[in-house]
């Protein structure tokens, strides 16, 4: 990984990507291997520090980005808590995952730069350079000096404050975020076969807590909440939590705290506008974070491969950022956009229940298949997907029926009336 100690900035490229996150190396990886050239740039001293993500995936999303077995810890189990309630998803095959996130994102950057990107740590970009309010590239601080970066495209992958994208005026940024606290644990007695989800207003108010294992005895334990409808302390409420895990048959016994996590994610939804002149936004900078539990690695993944690709496009066909939206934010519209509203809908209802709308819904939930469950989690959720997940699983037609049946109008009165 190139540091930015001693090195020169290179001044002129075809793609300057801002962030080295998972949306950012796919973007510059996908850009770089069209044949542009690419920068990427990270503000931090190293990819992957500090850490601000639990990590769990859908196994499908771990093969589908081809992340290495040894990156991530399959699990066959997921289980639902309420303070009454309980839902256990049991699958012969894996159904999700915690991956090694420090790991996962240095081996993405590395992808990138394997194909043909630079990768520069300790370089921040400032502001965007705009010409007639087009973006032609950024002002960077590295190595104690400021200089001025051209490109034809700059693709923002800076995360929750989405800051070159609010200052070309893509879109205006987000107000409504989930925030986060969670302790890295080794325990010789937790379980490291079964991932686990809390919700209940004594631990997770407008929120969720939970507890994943990732191989080698180690566990991360974590509350998040949603800022914009508790002002409670998740730093409190992790405490709080990890003290009254035996409720939920949890036991870490004497525990070590290796590290301790705080991450921010935007909970607006998706950004009003994804790709302007010369910029597209990808990532926690376009909001495109799913909403029911906060996952948003695959998503982010999935819009900064996309959006390497449209750079690709667009500059190869001499159209320039004018074909931006039609080549990035439409696509990716139409692939996401249904889900990621269902998800935000469903976030924004459930963040008001009580601790009984908790435990009928986790006693509604019991019956459903274990992939549909992980599907509902990451916001697959559109009649569209749903449809193309029955279409494909023609075993599950007579217990989805009988779920749609019971279930569905639980859940959806439950949210009308919350």
Request: charged share 25%.
């Amino acid at each position: 990984m190139t540091r930015g100690e001693g090195d020169g900035l290179v001044r002129d490229v075809d793609v300057l990507v801002v962030g080295g996150g998972p949306a950012g190396s796919l973007a510059a990886e996908s850009a770089a291997r069209g044949g542009l050239r690419t920068l990427l740039i990270e503000r931090e001293a190293a990819i992957g520090d500090p850490v601000h993500t639990s990590g769990a995936l859908a196994i499908s999303t771990a093969r589908q980005f081809a992340l290495p077995e040894r990156l991530y810890h399959p699990l066959y189990t997921v289980r639902l808590a309420s303070p009454g309630a309980n839902a256990l998803f049991e699958a012969k095959e894996p159904i999700a995952c915690v991956i090694d996130v420090r790991e996962t994102y240095r081996h993405l950057a590395r992808r990138a730069q394997e194909a043909g990107a630079r990768v520069l740590t300790s370089a921040e970009a400032l502001a965007p350079t705009l010409v007639d309010g087009a973006v032609t590239g950024c002002s960077v601080r590295h190595a104690g000096r400021v200089g001025d970066v051209r490109s034809s495209i700059v693709i923002d992958a800076s995360g929750y404050r989405a800051s070159i994208a609010r200052a070309a005026a893509l879109h205006p940024g987000f107000t409504r975020f989930g925030v986060g606290a969670e302790w890295e644990v080794v325990s010789d007695r937790c379980r490291q076969d079964q991932l686990v989800l809390i919700v209940g207003n004594r631990w997770a108010p407008a929120g969720y807590a939970w507890v994943f294992p990732w191989g080698g005895e180690r566990v991360r334990v974590g509350v998040g909440l949603l800022h914009a409808d508790t002002r409670e302390d998740p730093r409190r409420l992790l405490s709080l939590f990890v003290s009254e895990l035996d409720r939920f048959e949890i036991d870490l016994g004497h525990h070590e705290i290796t590290e301790r996590h705080h991450g921010l994610i935007p909970a607006d939804g998706l950004a009003p506008r994804l790709a302007g002149a010369g910029i597209m936004a990808v990532g926690d900078a376009a909001g495109v974070a799913t909403l029911v539990v906060g996952e948003g690695i695959r998503p982010s993944m999935a819009s900064g491969r996309l959006a390497g690709e449209a750079a690709v496009r667009a500059i190869v066909s001499g159209r320039g950022y004018p074909a931006l939206a039609e080549v990035y934010e439409r696509p990716f519209r139409r692939q996401f956009e249904g889900d990621l509203t269902v998800g935000e809908i469903i976030n924004r209802r459930i963040a008001r229940w009580s601790d009984e709308k908790w435990d009928a819904c986790v006693r509604t939930l019991r019956d459903i298949p274990a992939d549909a469950f992980v599907a509902l989690l990451h916001s697959r959720l559109s009649p569209r997907g749903m449809a193309m997940w029955l279409a494909t699983r023609p075993r599950s037609w007579p217990r989805m029926a009988r779920w749609f049946a019971k279930g569905t109008l639980d859940v959806l009165r439950h949210g009308r009336t919350a």
